[in-house]
């Protein structure tokens, strides 16, 4: 079965940093793009960060640029976003989700067919 | 402010029909890219619903139906069920932004 798990919300104080995890499983990890994507309390779907399928790209909101960063460990089929300088504005519940599409060398805006279960972020 | 712009709310009775309307541009929608769009029932994640315009992955039923045309997207659905209350969400991609792109969302009502 197709998965992805994230892990790493909590509650962190304004200026504090935080690293969620998503973990992969049931597909090829290297062949597809995976993104964040973040829903505040009550508010819409709001895409953070991607990460191509080979590692080499990586693309940011300009909401988040300069203070995030996607990165992954492809030996454990894992991918991370290292959260710094923190805002209140960025409390929110966070998802990773592929792209349906396999094998795109870069972030083209393909619809994500699985998606986590999320982890909900509390900057407070 | 979305750069896709939805009505926040539609509604409608058992059995009929109703659209969610998603407006773009010419950097987005207008350009090109794909829209595709999300059933997010209350307390759980997104759910594709319909990718690249008007196609339904396996199990979604085919009273939803997807159309695309010039800078604009819509999402139909007929047969109104009370399952079908949930938030849906449009999806596409900005070149000028160099990213993905959701719309605010619409909230649907079954009367």
């Known amino acids: 079965e197709v998965q992805l798990l994230e892990s790493g919300g909590g509650l962190v104080q304004p200026g504090g940093s935080l690293r969620l995890s998503c973990a992969a499983s049931?597909?090829?990890?290297?062949?597809?793009?995976i993104s964040w994507v973040r829903q505040p309390p009550g508010k819409g779907l709001e895409w953070v960060s991607g990460?191509?399928?080979?590692?080499?790209?990586?693309y940011y909101a300009d909401s988040v640029k300069g203070r995030f960063t996607i990165s992954r460990d492809t030996s454990k089929n894992t991918l991370y976003l290292q959260m710094r300088s923190l805002r209140v504005d960025d409390t929110a519940v966070y998802y990773c989700?592929?792209?349906?599409?396999?094998?795109?060398?870069?972030?083209?805006?393909?619809?994500?067919?699985?998606w986590g279960q999320g982890t909900t972020v509390t900057v407070s | 402010q979305s750069v896709l712009t939805q009505p926040p709310s539609v509604s409608g009775a058992p059995g009929q029909r109703v659209t969610i309307s998603c407006t773009g541009s010419?950097?987005?929608?207008?350009?090109?890219?794909?829209v595709h769009w999300y059933q997010q029932l209350p307390g759980t994640a997104p759910k594709l619903l319909i990718y690249?315009?008007?196609n339904r992955p396996s199990g979604v039923p085919d009273r939803f139906s997807g159309s695309k045309s010039d800078t604009s997207a819509s999402l139909a659905i007929s047969g109104l069920q009370a399952g079908d209350e949930a938030d849906y969400y449009c999806?596409?991609?900005?070149?000028?932004?160099?990213?993905?792109?959701f719309g605010g969302g619409t909230k649907l009502t079954v009367l």
């Open positions: 999806q596409s991609y900005d070149s000028s932004l160099s990213g993905v792109i």
């Open positions: 989700a592929k792209d349906q599409v396999p094998g795109a060398v870069s972030l083209v805006g393909h619809a994500m067919d699985v």
């Open positions: 990460m191509s399928g080979s590692g080499g790209r990586t």
């Open positions: 049931g597909f090829t990890f290297n062949s597809f793009v």
């Open positions: 010419s950097s987005n929608i207008g350009a090109g890219y794909d």
């Open positions: 690249v315009n008007s």
